[in-house]
């Protein structure tokens, strides 16, 4: 679909495309490798798992469930063998989506794997989100978020608002 430069020395780069259902083991990867902090963040509560519903739905294609996947590409650099996994060509490091939940509005939640945080993939994944609910015709995306992320309704506020 598209590519991000993810690194500040661009040897690593992500390419964002839809998600799919040959994507779960390497989501439930991606999981695992993201701290307890990160997962509750996200979900807001101390997940180990994707809730099973939510990852179905997100995995199914469905346009009321929109996912997209950021997976390494370029070099990636070599090093033990919990750092190879985490970099290797190919790997998912974020999950994006939005789900309808009344007519014409939609919820949005993005996860960055930790390591990835803080170079522009979540804000590259959340324009692939607003550009599709434009496109789609949805009138308004919202997002719950903890009180100790004022950063991210910043985020939203100066690029959505």
Known sequence: MSAVDASPAAARTCA?????????????????????????????GPVKVFPERYLTEALSGSPLHFALVAT?????????????????????????SCRAVEEGVAELGILVEDEWQQRGVGGYLLGELAAYAARTGLRALRAQVLADQPWLVGLLRRRYL
């Open 16 to 44: 964002v495309r839809r998600a799919a259902a040959r994507d779960r083991p390497a989501l439930e990867r991606m999981l695992d490798r993201c701290t307890g902090q990160t997962r509750y963040r996200r979900f807001h």
């Open 72 to 96: 390494v590409e370029g070099e990636c650099a070599a090093g033990d063998r919990a750092q190879e996994d985490r970099a290797q060509e190919g790997a998912v490091i974020a999950l994006a």
